[in-house]
C-alpha cells in the first residue's frame, strides 16, 4: 500500500467521482519505506545489534520489571526529507526499545490501554555530535541479529476502514454494514488495497495495520478505558497522533512479535518538533 503519489491520483480519477477523488488524495502522506540493505546501498537504519548509547546513560528498563530490549535505530540524517514529517530531526538517531517478554517469559506485557506498563517502550533521541558508545546488551537478554536497512520515499495510503477514509469516499454517508459500501467504492478499495499486504518497516506516513486504525488504540488509551467507541473526542484524539514508526515482525533479525504482528510508535507533532519523544506511545497488532 506504498506507491508514488501519481499512481494513487490515477487510480482515484479512474474509480471515483471528481469529489471524491479530491477527498481521498488529499488524505495521502509521504512515507519512508525502509527495507533490508544490499550489496553497496546505504544504510539508513538497523534492527538489532547493539545500540550506540550515549556515554554514561545506563540501559533503558522498565521499573520493576527489568531492561528493554533493543528493536531499531534510525539515522534521522540518512532518510529521504521528501518523505518524513517537516518537523522529524534532520540528524541525530532515534532508538527504539520494547520490552519483548525475554526476561520473564511473557509474563508482563506492553498494553496501550493500561498506562501502568507504558514505560515497556521506550525512544530515545541521540543528538549529532553527542559523544556514544556501543552498549553491552544486559545479561538475561538475547540481542537481536543485525540488519542493515536501507531508506526511500514512498506515498502512503489511509487504512480503508480509517473512518476519516471512509468519509472521504462515501461523501460522510458511511454505511453502517461494510457490506453496503457502494460498489464503486468497493471497486476501487480493491485497486488500491490488492497485491503486496506486507506491513513491513516504515517510518511516518499512514501506519499500515493488522488489524484496525492504530491511532484509535493510542486515542481511547489517552482518554481512558471508559471512553464509548463512539465519543466524538475519540476521532478529535485520533487525529492528534502521527505514525514515528513501524517495525514488523523481520525473519531476517529474528524478530516476531506475537503472531506476525507489528509495533507502532505514534506521536504527536507538537511532540516531534519539540523532541519530546518520551511522550511517544506504542501500539502492537497481530494476525
Known amino acids: 500500500m506504498t506507491a508514488s503519489l501519481e499512481s494513487y491520483e490515477a487510480l482515484a480519477a479512474e474509480h ?11 488524505l495521502l502522506r509521504q512515507c519512508v519505506r525502509l527495507r533490508k540493505a544490499s550489496g553497496t546501498e546505504p544504510t539508513a537504519a538497523q534492527l538489532g545489534g547493539e545500540p550506540l548509547l550515549p556515554a554514561g546513560m545506563p540501559w533503558p528498563e522498565w521499573p520493576d520489571h527489568g531492561p ?5 535505530s534510525i539515522d534521522c540524517a540518512a532518510l529521504p526529507r521528501n518523505g518524513v ?3 522529524f530531526p534532520e540528524d541525530g538517531t532515534l532508538l527504539l526499545f520494547f520490552f519483548d517478554g525475554q526476561i520473564d517469559d511473557g509474563n508482563a506485557m506492553v498494553w496501550v490501554a493500561d498506562p501502568e506498563t507504558w514505560a ?10 553527542t559523544e556514544t558508545a556501543a552498549a553491552a546488551t544486559p545479561a538475561g537478554l538475547e540481542p537481536y541479529p543485525r540488519v542493515d536497512l536501507t531508506a526511500a520515499a514512498r506515498c502512503s495510503v489511509p487504512d480503508p476502514w480509517h473512518p476519516r477514509s ?12 461494510p457490506r453496503e459500501i457502494p460498489p464503486h ?3 476501487f478499495m480493491d485497486a488500491v488495497y490488492s497485491g503486496n499486504n506486507s506491513i513491513g518497516h516504515q517510518v511516518g506516513g499512514h501506519a499500515r495495520p493488522v488489524q484496525g486504525p492504530v491511532e484509535y488504540e493510542i486515542a481511547h488509551a489517552i482518554l481512558g478505558p471508559k471512553t464509548q467507541w463512539t465519543d466524538p473526542r475519540l476521532d478529535e484524539e485520533a ?8 517495525i514488523d515482525t523481520d525473519a531476517d533479525a529474528n524478530m516476531m512479535w506475537g503472531d506476525c504482528g507489528t509495533l507502532y510508535w505514534l506521536i504527536r507533532p507538537e511532540d516531534l518538533a519539540a523532541r519530546r519523544f518520551e511522550e511517544a506511545r506504542l501500539t502492537w497488532q497481530c494476525c
Open 239 to 246: 487525529q492528534r497522533w502521527i505514525l514515528l514508526a513501524q
Open 68 to 72: 528493554l530490549s533493543f528493536i531499531a
Open 85 to 87: 514529517h517537516p518537523a
Open 185 to 187: 467504492v468497493k471497486t
Open 166 to 177: 471512509l468519509d472521504a469516499l462515501t461523501d460522510g454517508d458511511v454505511p453502517l454494514d
Open 16 to 26: 471515483l467521482p471528481p469529489d471524491a477523488a479530491a477527498r481521498w488524495t488529499a
Open 120 to 129: 515497556g517502550a521506550r525512544v530515545l533521541y541521540v543528538p549529532a555530535g
